[in-house]
Nanobody, 120 residues
């Protein structure tokens, strides 16, 4: 069973930056796509960004130009660099992984979530 372990997150003022990291363990099933979703308070979980095996990245419109996703397939890690954070970025951020991820369908594996809070 794939295990995703997240690190990073925390409290930051608006305009600041944070970095989230995620490592995949027990990757025998072949993890080729990794990404991040978030769940703001009182709202549904939503896509933030993901990267597939070819290296192609996809971002939600709300984070384009501010967030950057990168990954190391060999190490099974994915990083989300978040710049110019806004209060509306406040959410629990979840790492996600599988052989494939699309805009419509997330991967099957989830991390435990890490809190990001942006104060105004």
């Amino acid at each position: 069973q794939v295990q995703l372990v997240e690190s990073g997150g925390g409290l930051v003022q608006a305009g600041g930056s944070l970095t989230l990291d995620c490592a995949a363990y027990n990757r025998a099933v072949g993890i080729n796509a990794m990404g991040w979703y978030r769940q703001p308070p009182g709202k549904q979980r939503e896509l933030v960004a993901f990267v597939v095996g070819s290296g192609r990245t996809t971002y939600a419109d709300a984070v384009k130009g501010r967030f950057t996703i990168s990954r190391d397939l060999n190490k099974g890690t994915v990083t989300l660099q978040m710049n110019n954070l806004k209060p509306e970025d406040t959410a629990v951020y979840y790492c996600n992984a599988d052989r494939w991820i699309s805009k419509e369908v997330p991967g099957a594996y989830w991390g435990q979530g890490t809190q990001v809070t942006v104060s105004s």
